[in-house]
């Protein structure tokens, strides 16, 4: 069970430590963290999958410290490796690049592309045995950028590291309010929750509890119901409320008791808008009408777990589907990181909310999409497009 004290990973800092093999990226990691938390060695290659762990860190709070495999990996399993290397890069969102003294035009092209993507990065000298003043001097004359210098062992380069992080720290990196512009302090507001088979026993799921501590911070009055409890919630209100969150699959009987008075919006709605790209997923919508029984859709789905009676995104979404284009409609179904480099076979791609994920790698995702031209939705926005109401849905 998830500890609901602890920031959930896809709201953390996430900061990534990259470099070749043996360039000191494991034993920098260790050191801001203050424990033994990656494998140390000589022997090139012991990272092999990315280390993440999840710690506050003084000046900076949450955060999530990525160690990855070395970039210069070789043979087959070690393309594997890179790979992994590079997902977590598309998660990254302050980068820290160790240079080695070797193959100075591979970490140069690794800082381009760190850059290219807006992820502030951070150079760093520390177990190449060349003449490291001359290094960084060349180090700065192709990237503007001057690296710091740490010590092996020296017991202060931690606290450099995390001085030097602090700077970096991009404008706004805590996540803002879910709710603000929806809500005002004093506002009731309901939320509709279904308690089906893929709704963990004996608790919530993580978008419900961080909405409802969003609407406690900003001062709102929380009632909470299923939707077959939905009459006996309104009934018992003096007033109708502000506002109605539902999970997306509720959307049409809960808009049909719906007070007028009310607005209505969905949990995965809130979160497209959180940490995506809100307009581009509203955009992506416009093509559904068009689909038809020669269209291949993708839904990419953040969680991973085995597929249930009820899912949302591999039973309801696509019945949708071909409900609206066809049963001969292609429909692929991935989870995880699990998200196509070529994204052109596909005339539309449905995304989750996204609430396991942090906004940088989700963006990522939407880059790609807008790069190929290809459109992109949410699940919230396609079901109230499903639901013909999606012009009366509050989305930001």
């Known amino acids: 069970m998830t500890d609901l004290n602890s920031t959930p990973a896809g709201n953390r800092l996430h900061i990534g430590f990259f470099g070749r093999r043996n360039s000191g990226k494991s034993t920098l990691v260790n050191a801001l963290a203050g424990q033994k938390i990656a494998i140390v060695s000589d022997i090139a290659g012991t990272t092999t ?33 890179v790979k992994k290397t590079e997902l977590a890069a598309e998660k990254t969102d302050i980068a820290v690049l160790l240079f080695s003294g070797e193959g100075l035009d591979e970490e140069l092209g690794w800082m381009r592309r760190f850059r290219q993507r807006k992820t502030p990065v951070l150079p760093v ?18 990237a503007g950028q001057r690296p710091i210098l740490l010590e092996k ?60 501590r969003d609407l406690l911070d900003n001062r709102c009055t929380v009632v909470g119901c299923t939707p077959e ?9 003096r007033k109708a409320p502000d506002l109605i969150i539902t999970d997306s699959q509720a959307f049409g009987a809960v808009y049909a008791k719906k007070p007028d008075a009310s607005r209505l919006t969905s949990f995965s709605i809130l979160f497209a808008a959180l940490k995506g790209d809100i307009d581009y997923y509203l955009e992506g919508a416009k093509v559904i009408p068009a689909l038809n029984e020669s269209s291949r859709v993708l839904i990419a789905e953040c969680c991973t ?22 049963e001969g409609i292609r429909i692929d179904v991935l989870g995880g990181t699990d998200f196509p480099e070529d994204l052109s076979p596909y005339a539309l791609v449905i995304q989750c909310g996204a609430c396991m994920f942090n906004r940088k790698y989700v963006l990522s995702r939407i880059a790609r999409a807008k790069q190929q031209g290809v459109p992109m939705t949410n699940y919230g926005v396609f079901l109230a497009f499903a639901n013909g109401i999606l012009d009366k849905v509050a989305v930001q």
């Open 229 to 237: 409890g939905m009459d006996a919630a309104l009934a018992a209100l």
């Open 49 to 81: 999958d990315p280390v993440y762990k999840a710690m506050e860190l003084k000046g900076i709070g949450p955060v999530e410290l990525i160690d990855t495999a070395g970039f210069d990996d070789e043979g087959e399993l070690g393309a594997l490796r």
């Open 153 to 212: 062992d020296d017991p202060s380069a931690a606290e450099t590291l995390r001085r030097e992080l602090i700077r970096l720290l991009p404008e706004g990196f805590e996540l803002p309010s879910i709710t603000a512009n929806l809500v005002s302090a004093g506002d009731t507001v309901m939320l509709v929750m279904p308690q089906d088979s893929s709704a963990p026993k004996g608790r919530l799921i993580l978008p419900e509890v961080q909405t409802i």
């Open 125 to 142: 000298i520390a177990n190449a045995v060349c003449d490291r003043a001359a290094l960084a001097a060349e180090i700065e004359k192709a």
């Open 305 to 326: 777990h085995a597929p249930q009676n009820e899912d949302i995104g591999r039973v309801k979404i696509p019945k949708l589907l071909r409900k609206l284009a066809g």
